[in-house]
């Protein structure tokens, strides 16, 4: 299945630094994506969505860029608090199909 | 509810038996998808039903899993004779229609012993 079978990687940022999170995505047809958080013992949570007609968006915090060219997007937290420590998943939905899941990073948050 | 509710939270079965996972989606949500996850690794997609279509089951990883999702609304998901490998979270999540964002529940923690 997908994202089966890997240890995930892990970004290790010092509180207060700025944290990026990448991701490769694999469907060239892909128009929107979504930046996930999952901490432990709980069910994914969003943190922010982009459109494939953008290449920037923000939120509080956090911002999400997309680069269509090398299909790759990433993930840039402002000002890493320890309770960003979590594992973070990118997803891409080619139009009208079902999310796909990228295989998640793990950020660690040292105070 | 306000979300997508997983039941039960928890679920300690014996190796060989069968077990049946329960997720309420978001009411008016026509998506609904079951990941499995285990510990310390990504999310692994099950199976995908989108309103009336053919549900895609290309992500089930034996025929003792099976799912069904019955008047568009609650699904369950099946496990014959569970394997101790079988042992892992599962997820399920919702979404309003097709290729949107998806809300996750709280999932189901399997242990097979």
């Known amino acids: 299945g997908e994202s089966v079978g890997l240890h995930l990687p892990t970004l290790s940022v010092q509180e207060g630094d700025n944290s990026i999170i990448n991701c490769a995505y694999s469907?060239?047809?892909?128009?929107?994506f979504i930046w996930y958080k999952q901490e432990s013992g709980k069910g994914p949570q969003f943190i922010i969505d982009?459109?494939?007609?953008?290449d920037k968006r923000q939120g509080q915090r956090v911002t999400v860029l997309l680069n269509k060219t090398v299909k790759h997007l990433s993930l840039q937290i402002a000002a890493t608090q320890p309770g960003d420590s979590a594992v973070y998943f990118c997803?891409?939905?080619?139009?009208?199909?079902?999310?796909?899941f990228g295989a998640g990073t793990i950020l660690r948050v040292k105070s | 509810g306000a979300g997508v509710s997983q039941s039960p939270s928890n679920k300690v079965t014996e190796k060989g038996k069968d077990v049946e996972l329960r997720c309420d989606p978001i009411?008016?949500?026509?998506?609904l998808y079951w990941y499995r996850q285990s510990l310390g690794q990504g999310l692994e997609f099950l199976i995908y039903?989108?309103?009336?279509?053919?549900?895609?089951k290309s992500g089930l990883p034996s025929d003792r899993f099976s799912a069904e999702r019955t008047g568009g609304s609650v699904s369950t998901l099946t496990i014959q004779r569970t394997q101790q490998e079988d042992s892992a979270v599962y997820l399920c999540a919702s979404s309003p229609r097709q290729g949107a964002r998806a809300f996750f529940g709280q999932g189901t923690r399997l242990t097979v012993v």
């Open positions: 997803a891409e939905t080619p139009y009208g199909n079902k999310l796909v």
């Open positions: 982009i459109r494939s007609n953008m």
């Open positions: 039903f989108q309103g009336n279509s053919a549900p895609d």
């Open positions: 009411s008016g949500h026509t998506a």
């Open positions: 469907n060239s047809a892909s128009d929107y």
